[in-house]
Nanobody
Framework: QVQLVESGGGLVQAGGSLRLSCEASGRTFSSIAVGWFRQAPGKERDFITAITRSGQGTYYAGSVKGRFTISRDNAKNTVYLQMNSLKPEDTAVYYC??????????????????WGQGTQVTVSS
């Protein structure tokens, strides 16, 4: 079992920045690949980005590439999502996801079994 807790969401103006955190417990953190997904009202949950166990590999959806950066600190059991140049269309609930499979399926958008509770990000125009 893996438990995930997101934090760092909030209200920000367009063009601003936020940093989300996802802290994991229940399993050796360096054995987990982690992804971020988001879900806007009335829409499906979409893949945004993922990072491999070592942190050497990062993957991004086209809609956020160049604006968002994923990173991890294995000593703190935490993955970060730095979001810059935010747009109103980035408004959504953001979820982190843990992938414990031997291949990083979350790296191409296929989520693992474990989800956090989500954190709301609202970008005003």
């Amino acid at each position: 079992q893996v438990q995930l807790v997101e934090s760092g969401g909030g209200l920000v103006q367009a063009g601003g920045s936020l940093r989300l955190s996802c802290e994991a417990s229940g399993r050796t953190f360096s054995s987990i690949a982690v992804g971020w997904f988001r879900q806007a009202p009335g829409k499906e949950r979409d893949f945004i980005t993922a990072i491999t166990r070592s942190g050497q590999g990062t993957y991004y959806a086209g809609s956020v590439k160049g604006r968002f950066t994923i990173s991890r600190d294995n000593a703190k059991n935490t993955v970060y999502l730095q979001m810059n140049s935010l747009k109103p269309e980035d408004t959504a609930v953001y979820y982190c996801n843990a992938d414990t499979r031997s291949i990083c399926y979350v790296c191409d958008g296929r989520p693992g079994d474990y989800w956090g509770q989500g954190t709301q990000v609202t970008v005003s125009s």
